[in-house]
């Protein structure tokens, strides 16, 4: 650590724009979330306190809301991390064919999530899509996709881990990258058989960025939206709607933006509780293993 | 031939788990690719897989689509293009100085500081605009202004209270991130909006949108740089301190040579993000400075089941990204980027 006035220089063009676009914005919105205030009939902004809170925790709808969008994130991103840990070890061991590998795993990635829903829609397509053909060979038609509850979900996890899945390959390839090879050597020299290697060297001094990689797919898997409107709309009825979806349509369906607000405070707090609790749980591993 | 590579079955087993995950990752692609060359008669009945065999291929979709039936897409392409470039390039750059920042000097911030920022902003425009009735947007930019000046006073003079060190303004930084994006989206719409009033045109135009997107995306810029900065041999820059380089030649002149595979994957993880992003492009333009994720979502709804032309259209908003990906993976493998890390 060195000091040297330069390093206000470095800093502030990025504390400038996160505070001017991105803290206070969200100062603005937090006085709307204690505020009774419609653009639609139009109502002016009215104090109500925190109303607008009470009223949405007493909502069964919220509660689903964020079930669905709590199992999508988890199941998703724990499919990811064993797929991706799993893909970016047998690229780094060099596997054959491994640089046609390397280029087309991270293409789904690269692809707008409203294009990939919009494929998947054709996909799914329970009567005329390529995945209706392969199940009808094993003598499953026209399985219902889209249209029922858990087809759905389970059809929206597989486009995230389709398409994020790409996202935790590319940082542990950059992880296993900076791990040193004597330590392998060492283990080789004392017999120590791949497996062991793994959960005894590569898991261990992986385990910071692990924790790094899941924590961002975490907080990004829950803000999922443009995958579910386009491709179930949040049906069958409001099964798959997600949290971001839900305040979608209450505040520019509805345009209640007092009610929005809260509900996004309300989000941040949830998301804020497990961030906090998963780096509590992480903790003691990650000082263990600096 | 590395200490760590498979032999034997391992390496057979590590290959028939990567052939399947090839051929899960490329079908979509493919068939989006052969859907777009497919016209009604193909794509009714039953799916159809191979062209020429299966269906007799067509160029009507894109035919349509280039001769702009579904809308302006040249002029959306090229606003898309020249937003995200910039606002990658801007972001990487002042996200990768901040990350050097945190990571190589000592910042003391007050608890206090922050509290009286946000008191400050909050309180001074809920004064502003309700009490003295000045314009929203008046009432803002004063708040904001004096709400800064304030908690750099703050920090200066002596108060109780925790010191935040560095890893507590990276975490600062990175948990802007977790913010749900409807809700900052939408208020920075009003907030555009009102300061629009002013004269400031902000809404639909190419600074609003590169700002809220540098915004957006200097979080995760800030965390993946300061891993890689983090990894880099310090003993280097001590060196070069010793013969008395100033920092930003440091800076410019090992730093960044030394990341650049940590930048160029920071940039494409940018670029990615904001070339796909939605609901800030849906609320922060209307016509000029529309992006490409808009317009496509919209041939959903405008052509319902018509699957060859809704192809088309996600494939221009694919392909530009396939492309880069393509030269950047070419840049990596002829050993440009690896620089003098090995």
């Not at chain 2, 380089?245 to 930048?263: A, N, Q, Y």
Request: charged share 10%; aromatic share 16%.
């Amino acid at each position: 650590m060195r000091n040297d006035p330069i390093k206000y220089f470095f800093i502030w063009p990025a504390l400038l724009i996160v505070l001017g676009i991105s803290i206070f914005p969200l100062i603005y919105s937090l006085t709307t979330s204690f505020m009774s205030y419609r653009l639609v009939p139009p109502s002016p902004p009215r104090f109500v306190g925190l109303d607008n809170y009470a009223s949405l925790l007493t909502n069964p709808r919220f509660w689903q809301v964020t079930w669905t969008t709590s199992l999508i994130a988890f199941v998703s991103v724990a499919i990811q991390y064993v797929i991706g840990f799993a893909v970016a070890l047998a690229l780094h061991a060099k596997v054959p064919g491994e640089r046609l590998f390397r280029v087309t795993f991270l293409l789904p990635m690269l692809i707008a999530p409203v294009a990939v829903a919009l494929i998947a829609r054709q996909i799914f397509n329970p009567t005329v899509g390529p995945l209706n053909e392969l199940m009808t060979f094993f003598g499953f038609p026209n399985l219902p996709f889209l249209t029922q509850t858990y087809w759905a979900i389970g059809a929206l996890i597989t486009v995230e881990v389709w398409q994020w899945t790409p996202f935790i390959i590319l940082m542990l390839l950059a992880g296993l990258a900076t791990l040193p090879d004597d330590v392998y050597e060492a283990a080789a020299l004392e017999n120590a058989s791949k497996w062991q290697q793994f959960w005894g060297i590569t898991f261990p001094m992986m385990l910071p960025i692990s924790a790094a990689v899941v924590f961002i797919r975490l907080i990004e898997s829950y803000k999922i939206i443009d995958t579910v409107f386009v491709l179930t709309g949040g049906g069958p009825g409001i099964s798959t709607e997600t949290l971001t979806l839900f305040a979608y349509q209450e505040g520019f369906k509805k345009f209640n933006l007092g009610y929005t607000s809260a509900l996004s405070f309300l989000f941040l707090i949830t998301i804020t509780v497990i961030g906090v609790v998963y780096l509590a749980i992480l903790k003691p591993h990650l000082a263990k293993h600096r | 031939m590395s200490i760590r590579n498979l032999n034997g079955r391992s390496r057979a087993w590590a290959l028939i788990g990567c052939l399947f995950w090839f051929l899960f990752t490329l079908f979509p692609i493919y068939w989006v690719i052969i859907t777009s060359f497919k016209t009604s008669l193909s794509v009714v009945g039953q799916a159809r897989f191979i062209p020429f065999v299966d269906f007799e291929p067509s160029l009507l979709a894109w035919q349509e689509l280039f001769g702009g039936v579904r809308g302006e897409f040249m002029n959306t392409f090229i606003a898309s293009t020249i937003v995200s470039l910039s606002s990658a390039v801007l972001a990487t750059a002042i996200g990768a100085m901040a990350a050097y920042a945190l990571v190589r000097f000592p910042f003391r911030v007050k608890l206090a500081a922050g509290l009286v920022f946000f008191v400050v902003a909050l309180g001074g425009y809920l004064l502003g605009a309700n009490v003295f009735g000045w314009s929203r947007a008046t009432a803002m930019f004063a708040a904001f202004g004096l709400a800064l000046l304030l908690s750099l006073l703050v920090n200066r003079v002596r108060v109780p209270g925790p010191i935040l060190g560095n890893d507590d303004i990276i975490f600062w930084f990175v948990s802007q991130r977790m913010f749900p994006p409807i809700v900052a989206a939408f208020a920075l719409f009003l907030m555009y909006s009102e300061i629009g009033r002013l004269g400031f045109k902000m809404i639909d135009t190419y600074v609003g949108l590169t700002l809220a997107y540098i915004a957006f995306s200097l979080p995760i810029v800030i965390w993946l740089m300061r891993d890689f900065f983090a990894a880099l041999p310090v003993e280097v820059e001590e060196a070069a301190m010793v013969d008395n380089v100033p920092s930003w030649r440091i800076f410019t002149g090992i730093v960044v040579p030394m990341s650049t595979p940590g930048l160029v994957a920071t940039f494409m993880i940018t670029l990615a993000f904001v070339w796909n992003e939605f609901l800030f492009a849906l609320f922060l333009t209307n016509a000029r400075w529309q992006t490409l994720p808009i317009l496509v979502a919209g041939q959903n709804s405008q052509r319902g089941d018509e699957w060859w032309s809704i192809s088309a259209a996600a494939l221009i908003a694919i392909v530009p990204m396939m492309v880069m990906a393509a030269i950047l993976s070419r840049l990596m493998r002829s050993g440009l980027l690896l620089g003098a890390i090995k």
